[in-house]
């Protein structure tokens, strides 16, 4: 039986496109003008999913969702905010009232599906607030760089974007870095400290369930585990065997798993190749990046990862006419490099502005598309593991 999804908004025209969108996904759709009349619904169509707007006549969607929660006959039901309301604030009052995702409109319809997808799966798995593991291995991708400033959580956050997309699947994606954090700041967390609270946790007391809380749900559908920004934390670098229980539960919560293993290979690092299934390598396409780069592959061999599982990606970070071409990066590095992101700081820029990530904010761009590419190629060896 198909899946069924109640949209609760004021306007029609959004009811007729969204209900008219997610029946092409197979969903079966009932459709409420107010809030009243969405609570009437959401109790006697029994939804899997509600989407509600938050600016309505008489009650809004905060109270409508307060509603929904204090109601034992709905308080289980995930509920998807779907407005234009797009302020920090917003969001916190959103998820305050009890939403579990929040999405800002206009948004692509694959995105939207994204989060639907993500949310009815999340349900299922976690019903009651139990955490089930994942039916198959996960399928973990660490990402690391020769030197800092080589954007290795850029490229992670927005591969993980583009992998959901792809594999229509839930990804994680775990900025290993207390106390240099950066995407926090960038996707409207300006002080995160979930990570630094889990490192000083002991590690018997790390539980699925407690990481799983540790997760923040972007308005893109990922779910995020972010490094803090407090320098005084980098301390907690040296919490090794909290790390590798993190790192354990969170491959029992989602199919993918993206590590932002930052620069270099500390012992950190090091213990933590062999929770990674691929490594993608970021080179910068300049002489002594490349050096670098290739220096740290060769490390990685003789730390025993497999060749086959060590992708180099060319990553351009700005545009000059001095830096070398994917096929002499590829030449001096003596290794294959099967992908290419060319730059983007303006989308970068942008993106962070709006709080989201460069690929979800323009996915029709050719870095979404060099994005979606390096995603296929992940799913690929995704497939080779299996």
Not at 115 to 133: D, E, N
Not at 284 to 289: G, I, T
Not at 349 to 360: G, P
């Amino acid at each position: 039986m198909a899946q069924k999804i109640l949209i609760i908004d004021d306007d029609l025209d959004t009811l007729r496109l969204v209900g008219a969108m997610l029946q092409r996904q197979g969903y079966q759709i009932a459709v409420a003008s107010n809030g009243e009349q969405g609570l009437s619904q959401a109790g006697s169509e029994n939804p899997d999913l509600i989407l509600v707007d938050i600016m309505m006549p008489d009650m809004d969607g905060y109270e409508v969702t307060r509603r929904l929660r204090n109601n034992p006959q709905t308080a289980d039901i995930p509920i998807l905010m779907f407005t234009a309301k797009t302020q920090l604030d917003d969001k916190v009052s959103g998820f305050e009232s009890g939403a579990d995702d929040y999405l800002t409109k206009p948004t692509h319809p694959a995105e939207l599906q994204a989060h639907v997808k993500a949310l009815l799966a999340r349900s299922k798995r976690w019903k009651a607030g139990v955490v089930v593991p994942v039916e198959k291995p996960p399928f973990t991708i660490g990402i690391l760089a020769a030197r800092g400033g080589q954007g290795v959580t850029t490229l992670a956050v927005n591969l993980a974007k583009s992998l959901m997309t792809a594999a229509q699947a839930e990804i994680i994606m775990a900025e290993l870095r207390p106390g240099m954090g950066t995407l926090g700041p960038d996707l409207g967390e300006p002080d995160p400290k979930e990570l630094a609270s889990l490192l000083q946790a002991k590690p018997d007391e790390l539980t699925q369930q407690k990481v799983k809380d540790s997760l923040l749900t972007h308005d893109t559908g990922l779910r995020l585990l972010l490094g803090s920004v407090q320098p005084r934390d980098a301390i907690l670098q040296n919490a090794t065997a909290q790390f590798e229980a993190i790192i354990n539960r969170l491959t029992s919560l989602a199919p993918y798993l993206i590590l932002d293993l930052g620069p270099g290979l500390p012992p950190l690092t090091q213990k933590l190749l062999k929770k990674c299934q691929h490594l993608i390598v970021i080179v910068e396409p300049s002489s002594n990046s490349v050096l670098h780069a290739k220096a740290l592959i060769a490390n990685l061999v003789e730390l025993d990862v497999n060749k086959r599982r060590i992708s180099p990606v060319v990553v351009n970070r700005l545009r000059s006419d001095t830096q070398l071409s994917a096929t002499q990066v590829q030449e001096k590095l003596d290794f294959t490099v099967p992908a290419v992101i060319m730059p983007f700081p303006e989308l970068i820029y942008r993106a962070a502005q709006m709080k989201t990530i460069a690929v979800s904010y323009q996915p029709d761009t050719q870095t979404s598309q060099q994005f979606a590419k390096l995603a296929s190629l992940m799913l690929e060896r995704a497939q080779l593991e299996k």
